[in-house]
Protein backbone atom coordinates (compact mmCIF):
# COMPACT_ATOMS: atom_id res chain seq x y z
CA UNK A 1 0.00 0.00 0.00
CA UNK A 2 0.91 3.30 -1.05
CA UNK A 3 1.39 5.23 2.03
CA UNK A 4 3.27 7.92 4.08
CA UNK A 5 3.53 7.84 7.95
CA UNK A 6 4.91 10.62 9.90
CA UNK A 7 5.88 10.90 13.88
CA UNK A 8 7.70 12.80 16.20
CA UNK A 9 5.14 15.38 17.02
CA UNK A 10 5.49 17.06 20.80
CA UNK A 11 4.79 19.22 22.73
CA UNK A 12 8.02 21.83 22.91
CA UNK A 13 9.36 24.99 24.86
CA UNK A 14 9.63 28.11 22.83
CA UNK A 15 13.45 28.65 21.43
CA UNK A 16 13.58 24.30 21.54
CA UNK A 17 14.20 21.45 18.57
CA UNK A 18 12.08 18.55 17.49
CA UNK A 19 12.82 16.03 14.75
CA UNK A 20 10.21 14.69 12.96
CA UNK A 21 10.43 11.64 10.62
CA UNK A 22 8.27 10.82 7.78
CA UNK A 23 8.48 6.80 6.83
CA UNK A 24 7.22 6.28 3.50
CA UNK A 25 5.81 2.85 1.19
CA UNK A 26 4.73 1.25 -1.55
CA UNK A 27 6.52 3.25 -4.23
CA UNK A 28 10.31 3.83 -5.17
CA UNK A 29 10.73 6.88 -2.47
CA UNK A 30 14.65 7.75 -4.31
CA UNK A 31 12.63 9.02 -7.30
CA UNK A 32 10.46 11.63 -5.74
CA UNK A 33 10.80 15.12 -4.35
CA UNK A 34 8.97 15.04 -0.37
CA UNK A 35 7.93 17.60 1.94
CA UNK A 36 6.73 19.15 4.87
CA UNK A 37 2.96 21.24 4.87
CA UNK A 38 1.31 22.50 7.66
CA UNK A 39 -1.40 23.57 9.13
CA UNK A 40 -1.62 25.51 11.94
CA UNK A 41 -4.81 25.31 14.64
CA UNK A 42 -7.81 26.86 12.70
CA UNK A 43 -5.87 28.29 9.75
CA UNK A 44 -5.10 27.20 5.79
CA UNK A 45 -2.72 24.72 4.64
CA UNK A 46 0.98 26.37 4.15
CA UNK A 47 3.92 24.91 2.21
CA UNK A 48 7.30 24.28 4.42
CA UNK A 49 9.88 22.31 2.74
CA UNK A 50 10.56 20.82 -0.09
CA UNK A 51 13.58 18.23 -0.14
CA UNK A 52 15.20 17.11 -3.90
CA UNK A 53 18.01 14.62 -4.39
CA UNK A 54 19.86 17.65 -4.62
CA UNK A 55 18.74 19.79 -1.84
CA UNK A 56 16.10 21.17 -0.35
CA UNK A 57 13.64 24.50 -0.64
CA UNK A 58 12.41 26.04 2.19
CA UNK A 59 9.50 28.79 3.00
CA UNK A 60 10.59 32.01 4.29
CA UNK A 61 9.63 31.52 6.89
CA UNK A 62 11.60 28.66 8.31
CA UNK A 63 14.74 29.04 6.54
CA UNK A 64 17.74 29.33 9.22
CA UNK A 65 15.53 27.00 11.41
CA UNK A 66 13.96 24.01 9.96
CA UNK A 67 16.20 21.82 7.86
CA UNK A 68 15.23 19.01 5.84
CA UNK A 69 16.76 15.35 5.26
CA UNK A 70 16.07 12.01 3.07
CA UNK A 71 17.41 8.62 3.89
CA UNK A 72 17.07 7.38 0.17
CA UNK A 73 18.20 3.66 1.65
CA UNK A 74 15.74 3.59 4.17
CA UNK A 75 12.24 5.80 2.59
CA UNK A 76 12.45 8.16 5.10
CA UNK A 77 12.32 11.81 5.03
CA UNK A 78 12.96 13.79 7.95
CA UNK A 79 12.65 17.58 9.29
CA UNK A 80 15.11 18.94 12.00
CA UNK A 81 13.18 22.19 13.81
CA UNK A 82 15.42 24.13 15.86
CA UNK A 83 15.14 27.82 17.47
CA UNK A 84 11.15 26.75 17.32
CA UNK A 85 8.50 29.65 18.22
CA UNK A 86 4.74 29.72 19.41
CA UNK A 87 3.66 30.49 15.67
CA UNK A 88 5.27 26.79 14.24
CA UNK A 89 2.44 25.12 16.16
CA UNK A 90 0.75 23.02 13.82
CA UNK A 91 -0.11 19.81 12.01
CA UNK A 92 2.54 19.01 9.73
CA UNK A 93 1.65 16.48 6.93
CA UNK A 94 4.13 14.79 4.94
CA UNK A 95 3.87 14.96 1.18
CA UNK A 96 5.14 13.34 -1.69
CA UNK A 97 5.45 15.07 -5.12
CA UNK A 98 4.48 14.22 -8.80
CA UNK A 99 7.52 13.25 -10.92
CA UNK A 100 7.90 16.40 -13.32
CA UNK A 101 11.47 17.14 -15.11
CA UNK A 102 12.62 20.20 -14.20
CA UNK A 103 10.92 21.27 -11.27
CA UNK A 104 8.55 20.30 -8.40
CA UNK A 105 5.34 18.59 -8.89
CA UNK A 106 2.45 18.17 -7.28
CA UNK A 107 1.62 16.71 -3.93
CA UNK A 108 -0.18 13.77 -4.63
CA UNK A 109 -0.17 12.04 -2.11
CA UNK A 110 -0.19 13.04 1.86
CA UNK A 111 0.07 11.64 5.23
CA UNK A 112 -2.12 11.56 8.34
CA UNK A 113 -0.02 14.64 10.24
CA UNK A 114 2.16 14.88 13.00
CA UNK A 115 1.04 17.77 16.25
CA UNK A 116 3.49 20.23 16.84
CA UNK A 117 3.24 22.28 19.80
CA UNK A 118 5.21 25.22 20.82
CA UNK A 119 4.24 26.31 24.23
CA UNK A 120 5.85 26.99 27.08
CA UNK B 1 5.53 35.81 -3.69
CA UNK B 2 2.70 34.63 -5.13
CA UNK B 3 -0.40 35.41 -3.54
CA UNK B 4 -3.74 32.90 -4.46
CA UNK B 5 -6.91 34.60 -3.24
CA UNK B 6 -9.92 32.06 -3.17
CA UNK B 7 -13.70 32.98 -3.51
CA UNK B 8 -15.95 33.00 -1.76
CA UNK B 9 -14.83 32.42 1.25
CA UNK B 10 -17.69 30.23 1.89
CA UNK B 11 -20.30 29.16 -0.50
CA UNK B 12 -23.66 26.95 0.72
CA UNK B 13 -25.22 24.67 -1.91
CA UNK B 14 -27.42 21.61 -2.02
CA UNK B 15 -26.49 18.37 -2.90
CA UNK B 16 -27.43 18.00 -6.44
CA UNK B 17 -26.72 21.55 -6.77
CA UNK B 18 -23.45 22.81 -8.82
CA UNK B 19 -20.20 24.60 -7.37
CA UNK B 20 -17.51 26.78 -8.84
CA UNK B 21 -14.93 27.99 -6.47
CA UNK B 22 -12.46 30.48 -7.87
CA UNK B 23 -8.83 31.36 -7.26
CA UNK B 24 -6.99 34.08 -8.41
CA UNK B 25 -3.07 34.42 -8.70
CA UNK B 26 -1.25 37.89 -8.12
CA UNK B 27 0.82 37.15 -11.21
CA UNK B 28 0.65 34.68 -13.66
CA UNK B 29 1.38 30.44 -12.36
CA UNK B 30 0.92 29.70 -16.10
CA UNK B 31 -0.93 26.60 -15.78
CA UNK B 32 0.86 25.11 -12.86
CA UNK B 33 -2.64 25.72 -10.42
CA UNK B 34 -3.75 22.48 -8.01
CA UNK B 35 -7.03 21.89 -6.18
CA UNK B 36 -7.21 19.97 -3.14
CA UNK B 37 -10.20 18.69 -0.85
CA UNK B 38 -9.75 18.78 2.87
CA UNK B 39 -11.88 17.34 4.95
CA UNK B 40 -11.87 17.38 9.11
CA UNK B 41 -9.64 14.64 10.68
CA UNK B 42 -8.57 13.81 7.07
CA UNK B 43 -5.41 14.36 4.63
CA UNK B 44 -5.65 16.59 2.23
CA UNK B 45 -6.45 15.19 -0.99
CA UNK B 46 -5.39 16.03 -4.36
CA UNK B 47 -8.30 16.74 -6.63
CA UNK B 48 -6.83 18.56 -9.94
CA UNK B 49 -3.57 19.08 -10.95
CA UNK B 50 -2.26 21.65 -13.95
CA UNK B 51 -5.80 23.49 -13.85
CA UNK B 52 -7.84 20.89 -15.28
CA UNK B 53 -6.38 17.12 -14.56
CA UNK B 54 -8.51 14.73 -12.50
CA UNK B 55 -5.86 12.94 -10.39
CA UNK B 56 -5.98 9.19 -10.04
CA UNK B 57 -9.47 8.02 -8.42
CA UNK B 58 -11.26 11.48 -8.68
CA UNK B 59 -14.80 11.49 -10.13
CA UNK B 60 -15.45 13.23 -12.87
CA UNK B 61 -18.14 15.32 -11.48
CA UNK B 62 -15.07 17.87 -10.87
CA UNK B 63 -13.47 19.60 -13.29
CA UNK B 64 -10.88 22.50 -13.19
CA UNK B 65 -10.55 25.56 -15.69
CA UNK B 66 -8.45 28.57 -16.29
CA UNK B 67 -4.48 29.51 -17.24
CA UNK B 68 -2.64 32.89 -16.56
CA UNK B 69 -4.10 34.73 -13.40
CA UNK B 70 -7.54 33.30 -12.92
CA UNK B 71 -8.72 29.81 -12.20
CA UNK B 72 -11.77 27.56 -11.56
CA UNK B 73 -12.63 24.50 -9.70
CA UNK B 74 -16.56 22.88 -10.65
CA UNK B 75 -18.26 20.13 -9.39
CA UNK B 76 -21.51 19.13 -10.29
CA UNK B 77 -24.20 17.65 -9.05
CA UNK B 78 -23.02 17.87 -5.62
CA UNK B 79 -22.39 15.08 -3.39
CA UNK B 80 -22.69 14.52 0.16
CA UNK B 81 -19.00 13.81 0.88
CA UNK B 82 -18.36 16.56 -1.37
CA UNK B 83 -19.01 18.95 1.71
CA UNK B 84 -15.61 20.26 2.77
CA UNK B 85 -12.14 22.93 2.46
CA UNK B 86 -11.11 23.46 -0.98
CA UNK B 87 -7.54 25.01 -1.62
CA UNK B 88 -5.85 25.99 -4.68
CA UNK B 89 -2.34 25.66 -4.73
CA UNK B 90 0.73 27.02 -7.17
CA UNK B 91 4.05 25.57 -8.22
CA UNK B 92 5.21 27.92 -11.05
CA UNK B 93 7.59 29.64 -8.44
CA UNK B 94 9.03 29.70 -5.27
CA UNK B 95 7.75 29.61 -2.23
CA UNK B 96 4.86 27.32 -3.49
CA UNK B 97 1.92 28.90 -2.22
CA UNK B 98 -1.41 27.77 -1.36
CA UNK B 99 -4.88 30.11 -1.61
CA UNK B 100 -6.74 30.58 2.09
CA UNK B 101 -9.04 28.27 1.38
CA UNK B 102 -13.27 27.89 0.67
CA UNK B 103 -15.53 26.08 2.35
CA UNK B 104 -18.49 24.16 1.16
CA UNK B 105 -21.28 24.23 3.53
CA UNK B 106 -24.19 22.16 2.97
CA UNK B 107 -27.51 24.63 2.97
Known amino acids: EVQLLESGGALVQPGGSLRLSCAAS????????MGWVRQAPGKGLEWVSV??????KYADSVKGRFTASRDNSKNTLSLQMDSLRAEDTALYYC???????????????WGQGTMVTVSS | EIVLTQSPATLSLSPGETATLSCRASESVSYYLAWFQHKPGQAPRLLIYETSNRATGIPARFSGSGSGTDFSLTISSLEPEDFAVYYC?????????FGQGARLEVK
Open chain 1, 95 to 109: VKTTAVPGRVGDFDL
Open chain 1, 26 to 33: GFTFSNYA
Open chain 1, 51 to 56: MFNWGA
Open chain 2, 89 to 97: QQRSDWPLT
